[in-house]
């Protein structure tokens, strides 16, 4: 049990550095965008990679972590990423729930194919009467036969 207690206490900054790269990847945190500009790059793609890549030799906890973490960074860093995420964040802030939004300007006038599918009979009657012919089963060619 010693022997456990002084591996933990010797790999301590290890542990630590997997909890906060844990909670980055499981919060939404914004990469400020000083970084998001050099991560954007291709030189800082590389960077971030190689970091992941050596995290993984150091401690494989820690390399998981770290390879799950560099893909979260390069990925928020794209531009159109960015984008998407902004507006879903303002859209989240500024409008509130579709159903509260409706009012009287909402409402719209018909359109003419509105009114005339209205208008229109209906497409049949409510009890069709019995068929006035009889199938004829043609050639089956080695199929099953279906009946009624």
């Known amino acids: ?26 919060s939404d945190v914004q990469i400020p965008s000083s970084i998001d500009e050099l991560v954007n ?6 960077i971030v990679i190689g970091a992941a890549l050596a995290l993984l030799f150091a401690h494989p ?3 998981a972590l770290g390879i ?27 409008v509130p729930p579709k159903s509260n939004n409706l009012t009287a300007t909402h409402q719209f006038p018909l359109t003419v194919e509105e ?9 049949a009657p409510g009890d069709l009467p019995p068929p006035s ?9 080695h199929a099953a036969r279906i009946t009624n």
Do not use: C, W
């Open 41 to 46: 790059t291709l030189l800082g793609k590389v």
């Open 115 to 123: 009114e005339v599918i209205r208008k229109m009979l209906p497409v």
């Open 1 to 26: 049990m010693t022997s456990f207690m002084k591996s933990i206490e010797k790999d301590m900054h290890h542990y630590i550095l997997a909890l906060l790269l844990a909670i980055f990847i499981v």
């Open 68 to 94: 799950v973490a560099a893909y979260r960074i390069i990925s928020q860093s794209q531009p159109q990423q960015k984008f998407v995420r902004n507006r879903v964040r303002a859209q989240r802030i500024r």
């Open 133 to 141: 012919f009889k199938p004829v089963l043609d050639k089956l060619h």
């Open 61 to 63: 906890l820690l390399g």
